[in-house]
């Protein structure tokens, strides 16, 4: 499940935006998103027999930096620290607006990674229904705003795991159709008013060409922190915690298959696709949310690419 065949569907995404050497790190090679591989450290290691500390990943912006050393390390990335759990690593999310240089400071090792740019396409797209796009009516707002509090709980609640460390599969076998990034700008009128609308958004995520009813599956383990049927944007949904503050956000399901608190492991079936929400045709999105767990302001959580996460050695 690691290449799919390029369809494009012109699907409605506006609810989909709403809702890895002791040496210096290895940046990934020109034209390639291949992440450098870092083991896990050895257990009950004393300070002096710890490992180096260093640092690589998905060197892209919408990548992650992954910075391994022994538990408890410090990490000082850009401008924030970053505490080394058990397992020893920090996961940091490279937004798709990523400064080019990232310097870190970490036990004897300090280093500059080099961030590689992202060619988003920008187009507009006519004739949107505006009724699926924002909540109108006094029954929309209320069911919009329950479903808000829902997300924030969710977004809030923060699970062991083991983050990116265990690598990921495709959630989907089916072909992908739109692609992280994208910037498009949305013109219509609204069916029920005639009103004129536009907007611009971000496609936060990666959608599939998934027909109703097809099987979605845990791209890595974790634990459900959200399994709701019926969110105002998004439909059908599952928010899924790997751990790290790494967060998968699967939309539009026709089926949830999963109860929250529920631990699913790696390829488990948990849902299938739909077209449920604020969806205008059967598709899957399915998005990856970077949380800086050492801070307990949600603001500064941010979207990063799921199709770079796939690059991600699996590990047993």
Request: proline share 8%; aromatic share 8%.
């Amino acid at each position: 499940m690691k290449s799919f065949a390029g369809v494009i569907v012109l699907l409605l995404v506006a609810a989909c935006s709403a809702a890895t050497s002791s040496g210096p790190p290895l940046a990934a090679s020109e034209g390639s998103t291949a992440p450098e591989e870092i083991g896990a450290p050895p257990e009950d290691i004393s300070e002096e027999d710890a490992p180096p500390a260093r640092c690589g990943g998905i060197l892209k912006q919408g990548g992650l930096i992954l910075c391994r050393g022994a538990p408890g390390d410090t990490f000082r990335i850009g401008e924030a620290d970053f505490t080394a759990g058990p397992d020893g690593y920090v996961h940091y999310g490279l937004s798709r607006l990523a400064p080019e240089r990232i310097a870190i400071f970490g036990r004897e090792f300090e280093t500059e990674l080099e961030i590689a740019p992202r060619q988003d396409e920008r187009r507009t797209v006519t004739g949107v229904d505006c009724d699926k796009v924002d909540a109108r009516t006094p029954e929309q707002k209320a069911h919009a705003a329950r479903s808000w509090e829902q997300k924030q709980a969710a977004f809030a609640t923060f699970e062991e795991g083991p983050g990116a460390t265990a690598g990921f599969v495709s959630p989907s076998t089916t072909p992908r159709s739109s692609l992280f990034g994208p910037v498009r700008r949305y013109t219509g009128v609204s069916k029920t008013s005639g009103a004129a609308c536009s907007s611009e958004s971000v496609h936060l995520g990666l959608d599939f060409a998934a027909p109703v009813g097809a099987p979605i599956f845990a791209p890595a383990p974790g634990i459900v922190t959200l399994a709701e049927a019926d969110l105002y944007y998004e439909g059908g949904t599952i928010f899924l915690d790997h751990g790290h503050g790494l967060l998968s956000v699967f939309m539009h399901l026709s089926d949830v298959g999963v109860t929250a608190g529920q631990a699913v492991s790696l390829g488990e079936p948990i849902g299938r696709a739909g077209n449920t929400g604020r969806s205008s045709g059967p598709h899957l999105h399915w998005g990856v949310k970077w949380r800086n767990a050492a801070s307990s302001d949600r603001d500064g959580d941010f979207y990063i690419d799921p199709a770079l996460l796939l690059d991600l050695p699996l590990t047993d």
